[in-house]
C-alpha cells in the first residue's frame, strides 16, 4: 500500500507529526509531490519541497501547488531558465512570476519572453527591462507588434544614434505604407544615408519594402540600398529573404550571379521557386 494511503487517516485528523515523518522517509518522487501540492500543514509541504530532486517534480508543484508558499520555494530551486519561462506562460500569478524571473538571466530566454504572445504583458515587459544587450534588443524590437512593448523597448536603448535609426523605423513604418514614407523621406535626406539607417533594422519586414522603394527610381535609385537588399539575400529568416529578392527583382536588380545558388541551395521552398523563375527569365531574354 503507498505511503499518501496510508497517510490519509492523518491528514483527516489533523496529524501533521505522522505526515511530517513520513516525508522525512520517503524518496518516491510522486508521493513529495503530492504532499507540496496538497497538505494543508505548512512545514510537511516545504518539507516535501527540499526532498524533491527533478526539475519535472518542481516544474509541477510550482504550476500545480495549493498553496503559494510552495509554489514560490518550488520555483526558486529551478535552474534552468527556459523552464521558469513555462511556468510563467502556464500560471500567470505576480508573485510566481517575479520568482521566476529571479532565475532568469539568460538573454536569449528573456527575449523569447518578450516576444512570446503567451505570456502576460507584465512579463514580457519585465524581460525586456532586463535585457543587457543593446544589439539583440533593437533586433527584438522590429519583432514587437504591440505598441507599448515596442517603447518600452526603444527607452532602453542607450546610444542615441541607435535610437534615433530605431524611431525612424518606427516612423516609416506608421505611414500607409513603409514604401511611401521611405519615398517621402529620401526628398528630405540622401537616399544612402536613408538605407544606410535602414540597414540597421534586421528582421524588419517594412525596412525592407522601405529599402526597395529607395532603390526605385522614385527613391532615387540607391546603390546603398540595392547593397544592402543583396545582403539580406543571406538573412536568417526566409520571408525576409524572399521580400529582398521580390524588391531587387521589382526595381530591375535581380542578382544574376546569386540566382542559381539560391534556385539549388536555400532551404526555403518559397524562395527557391522565386529564384528559379527569375533564372528562367534572365535566360530566356538571353535567347531571344
Not at 545582403?231 to 535581380?254: C, N, P, S, T, Y
Request: net charge negative; charged share 35%; hydrophobic share 40%.
Amino acid at each position: 500500500m503507498g505511503l499518501l494511503n496510508l497517510l490519509q487517516p492523518d491528514r483527516r485528523t489533523g496529524n501533521p507529526k505522522a505526515r511530517r515523518n513520513a516525508v522525512r522517509r520517503s524518496t518516491v518522487e510522486e508521493e513529495l509531490v503530492r504532499f507540496s501540492c496538497e497538505d494543508p500543514d505548512l512545514e510537511v509541504r516545504l518539507l516535501a519541497v527540499e526532498r524533491l530532486r527533478s526539475t519535472g517534480s518542481m516544474r509541477r508543484v510550482a504550476v500545480e501547488g495549493e498553496y503559494l508558499d510552495v509554489r514560490l520555494k518550488a520555483a526558486r530551486a529551478i535552474t534552468e531558465p527556459d523552464v521558469l519561462a513555462g511556468i510563467m506562460r502556464e500560471r500567470k500569478q505576480p508573485e510566481l512570476m517575479m520568482a521566476c524571473f529571479e532565475g532568469i538571466r539568460d538573454q536569449e530566454v528573456l527575449g523569447g519572453i518578450a516576444g512570446d504572445p503567451d505570456q502576460s504583458l507584465t512579463a514580457r515587459r519585465i524581460a525586456i527591462n532586463m535585457f543587457a544587450d543593446q544589439a539583440q534588443l533593437a533586433e527584438l524590437l522590429s519583432s514587437l507588434r504591440e505598441p507599448a512593448l515596442r517603447e518600452a523597448a526603444l527607452e532602453r536603448i542607450e546610444d542615441p544614434d541607435l535610437k534615433e535609426r530605431l524611431r525612424l523605423e518606427e516612423e516609416a513604418a506608421r505611414g500607409p505604407a513603409p514604401e511611401e514614407r521611405a519615398l517621402e523621406l529620401a526628398k528630405k535626406t540622401d537616399p544612402d544615408e536613408l538605407a544606410e539607417m535602414l540597414g540597421a533594422f534586421r528582421g524588419s519586414p517594412g525596412a525592407v519594402r522601405a529599402l526597395g522603394a529607395l532603390a526605385s527610381t522614385a527613391g532615387g535609385e540607391s546603390t546603398r540600398a540595392v547593397e544592402i537588399l543583396r545582403r539580406q539575400l543571406k538573412h536568417a529568416r526566409a520571408d525576409i529573404r524572399l521580400l529582398a529578392l521580390e524588391r531587387l527583382a521589382a526595381v530591375g536588380e535581380a542578382p544574376s550571379d546569386l540566382l542559381g545558388d539560391l534556385a539549388e541551395e536555400d532551404p526555403d521552398r518559397g524562395v527557391r521557386r522565386f529564384a528559379a523563375s527569375l533564372a528562367a527569365s534572365e535566360t530566356d531574354g538571353l535567347r531571344r
